[in-house]
T-cell receptor, first 118, second 113 residues
Framework: GAVVSQHPSWVICKSGTSVKIECRSLDFQATTMFWYRQFPKQSLMLMATSNEGSKATYEQGVEKDKFLINHASLTLSTLTVTSAHPEDSSFYIC??????????????FGQGTRLTVV | GDSVTQMEGPVTLSEEAFLTINCTYTATGYPSLFWYVQYPGEGLQLLLKATKADDKGSNKGFEATYRKETTSFHLEKGSVQVSDSAVYFCALSPNSGNTPLVFGKGTRLSVIA
């Protein structure tokens, strides 16, 4: 199946700094990627839909200026957590769907990034 | 809108026990249905899928059948192993373009030896 690679897998940063997380589709082109946040022992919370060449679409309650999304190419989307604070500590996961042939395809997920802000 | 409801966990089973995790959905049209598994500290992996009514998805001993009449996609395994301990998510794909999957809340399974 298709592969989505996410990097880094874990990061520790100081409060007030920014952290960039990369999500790459390795063997297919992804015009759309999705960013999720997952709190301990909870389900995935969709944060935003990343659209190649245009602005991301954010879910209600997600701060656009805090979570900057850039989707500059068909295989790369980045999520930057700006001015990070301890409450931003979480597990962030990206996903994409290879919809070249059908809309009824599964989503492929990155390995996730564990962000800890100290 | 579309939604997925799956049984609350956690579920604790002894090794070799039978597993059922219930999943029902609400959707317009004919969505595809999926089960994903998440091991600790990792992203989600597709476990199995079914794209139309009466399809049975299967993988690694797990099975689920797409039941349109009951809008269900229950996950089953005849004999669980300790290595099956993980969180299981039921999901559907809306038939409305390149949209995110709709997920259930997840069911945590712990299998003890």
């Amino acid at each position: 199946g298709a592969v989505v690679s996410q990097h880094p897998s874990w990061v520790i940063c100081k409060s007030g700094t920014s952290v960039k997380i990369e999500c790459r589709s390795l063997d297919f082109q992804a015009t759309t990627m999705f960013w999720y946040r997952q709190f301990p022992k909870q389900s995935l919370m969709l944060m935003a839909t990343s659209n190649e060449g245009s602005k991301a679409t954010y879910e209600q309650g997600v701060e656009k200026d805090k979570f900057l999304i850039n989707h500059a190419s068909l295989t790369l989307s980045t999520l930057t957590v700006t001015s990070a604070h301890p409450e931003d500590s979480s597990f962030y996961i990206c996903s994409a769907r290879d919809v070249g042939f059908s809309m009824n395809t599964e989503a492929f997920f990155g390995q996730g990034t564990r962000l800890t802000v100290v | 809108g579309d939604s997925v409801t799956q049984m609350e966990g956690p579920v604790t089973l002894s090794e070799e026990a039978f597993l059922t995790i219930n999943c029902t959905y609400t959707a317009t049209g004919y969505p595809s249905l999926f089960w994903y598994v998440q091991y600790p500290g990792e992203g989600l992996q597709l476990l199995l899928k079914a794209t139309k009514a009466d399809d049975k998805g299967s993988n690694k001993g797990f099975e689920a059948t797409y039941r349109k009449e009951t809008t269900s996609f229950h996950l089953e395994k005849g004999s669980v192993q300790v290595s099956d301990s993980a969180v299981y998510f039921c999901a559907l794909s809306p038939n409305s373009g390149n949209t995110p999957l709709v997920f259930g809340k997840g069911t945590r399974l712990s299998v003890i030896a």
